[in-house]
């Protein structure tokens, strides 16, 4: 089916600057959202940028069971220590 990995081939992996699906982020203080400041969150699933729309790269978190839409900006990822 088309859209789908080749038995006995591994799955394909979507990275997006450096990040990855299932990734732990913190978000920052340049978040436009006050209340998650400082949570961290999951990322779920990414858009890719469309400069030619104006639209950045978006990234969805999932922060205490809420799914945000943030910018690249908006968080910084978590060392691998704090993971």
Do not use: K, W, Y
Not at 9 to 32: Q, S
Not at 74 to 79: G, K, R, S, T
Request: one cysteine or more.
């Amino acid at each position: 089916m088309p859209g789908q990995d080749s038995p006995g081939e591994p799955p394909t992996t979507f990275t997006l600057d450096g990040l990855n699906a299932g990734d732990l982020v913190r978000v920052n203080d340049r978040c436009p959202h006050p209340e998650c400041h400082g949570e961290i969150g999951i990322i779920d699933f990414m858009f890719l940028a469309r400069p030619e729309c104006g639209a950045p790269a978006e990234f969805v978190l999932d922060i205490r069971g809420f799914f945000t839409p943030l910018e690249r900006a908006h968080f910084d990822p978590l060392p691998p220590d704090d993971q």
